[in-house]
């Protein structure tokens, strides 16, 4: 649909993508859903998931990142043991394989060559494939085995958004068919919770503003900046810092809450912006904590936390998400930050320089 690749009023494509974010969460619902409004998957691959001993996802950058909580998702709702890979070391340094592995590929072009490469060398073992990608008919997709669609529309910007959202909601949804067809009881409905999902976006995309001034006030001027977390909040920090370092050039890194104490808070300096993520419930008191040791020593603690778990010093408090959905909507604060802080230092946000949209060489 030309019409999706228009910037339209839209300075940038990748702010129409971070608003496009509802309304693919919508799509990735009904895409999946059958006629009595049940979510379904191809027997094919439910069925290839349930007999795998273990999956192994492989990816590249942002989609290394959706891989890590698509791992959390599926252990939690399918039970089903999950290993995460970047393609680029995995295909020349495998770890021991389970007996029975079944191998998913995410990548939103569907064209990446690190991801390809692993593609072929388990194809030449015999193992099965799995690509979960934007673009039908691409290369990943064409030689795996099996398929699923994101049904995120064309992604023009090169850094990604609807896509890292997009991959988040559709292993959940495999995860949930698999779940049911192995008859592992879940403890929700993931179409309703997918559609507050889609609500909480649209409540984010509509706070803007307040996004913008959190830019100015925590990324005009600064080298550096740090994300900490702590369980799925952890993977979400490493996508935010992913985010700001493509297109604003400002030095970022995501680090564990605990980890910080084992070495990288001797980087943190009077000053030094920290942007703490709480929206997990069992740890919500363990990285208040470690914001509190980076406050201490001069750190500019911005915290986004999930409205239930809030505390007076946040900055921020994201509407209330299934736990384990929760990066599906952290993740847009931190895109916009991104956004913000690049618009502001003069970036083109669209085009980073030294990258490409899709990394066809290995
Ligand atoms: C490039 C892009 C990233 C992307 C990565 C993987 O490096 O700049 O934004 O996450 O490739 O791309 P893929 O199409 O495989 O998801």
Redesign the pocket.
């Known amino acids: 649909d030309a019409s999706d690749i228009e910037k339209g009023t839209y300075p940038f494509y990748m702010l129409k993508e971070i608003d496009e974010q509802p309304l693919v969460t919508r799509k990735i619902i009904q895409a999946y859903q059958d006629i009595n409004g049940e979510l379904t998957i191809d027997s094919d691959i439910t069925k290839a998931v349930s007999e795998a001993d273990r999956l192994y996802i492989i ?7 959706s891989g890590l909580v698509g791992k959390q998702l599926l252990e939690h709702i399918a039970k089903v043991p999950v290993e995460v890979h970047v ?1 680029s070391e995995f295909v020349y340094n495998m770890p021991l394989l389970s007996k029975n592995p079944l191998f998913i ?8 060559a ?2 390809r490469a692993v593609l072929v060398k388990v194809k030449e073992l015999g193992y099965k494939t799995l690509t979960v ?3 039908a008919g691409s290369t ?1 997709s064409r030689e795996a085995d099996y398929t699923l669609l994101l049904h995120a529309g064309p992604e023009i910007a ?3 958004t609807k ?2 959202t997009a ?1 988040i909601a559709v292993l959940a949804i495999l995860a949930d068919v698999t779940a049911k067809v192995n008859g592992i009881e879940r403890n929700f409905d993931l179409v309703h919770e997918l559609g507050i999902v889609a609500n909480a976006m649209e409540v984010l995309c509509d706070s803007k503003e307040e996004f913008e001034k959190m830019a100015s006030e925590y990324l005009s001027d600064t080298r550096n900046c740090f994300f900490i977390g702590r369980a799925l909040d952890y993977y979400v920090c490493l996508e935010g810092a ?1 985010k700001l370092k ?1 297109i604003s050039y400002i030095q970022a890194e995501g680090f564990a809450g605990g980890e910080l104490k084992h070495g990288t808070i001797a980087l943190i300096e009077e000053g030094t912006p920290v942007v703490a993520l709480a929206t997990q419930n069992d740890v919500n008191w363990n990285i208040r904590g470690n914001a509190k040791e980076v406050l201490a020593r001069g750190a500019n603690v911005c915290t986004i936390s999930m409205k239930g778990l809030e505390t007076e010093e946040d900055r921020f408090v994201i509407p209330e998400v299934n736990e384990l959905l929760t990066p599906l909507i952290s993740v847009v604060p931190l895109q916009l930050l991104a956004y913000y802080a690049a618009l502001h230092r003069g970036c083109d946000v669209d085009k980073p320089r030294n ?5 066809t060489v290995e």
Do not use: P
């Not at 990816?59 to 990142?65: K, Q």
């Not at 590929?105 to 990446?112: K, L, P, V």
């Open positions: 990816a590249c950058g942002t989609s290394y990142h393609a590929f995410i990548s939103q072009s569907g064209e990446t690190d991801s990608t934007n673009v990943l090169v850094a990604s896509a890292y991959q992913l493509e990258l490409a949209k899709s990394v």
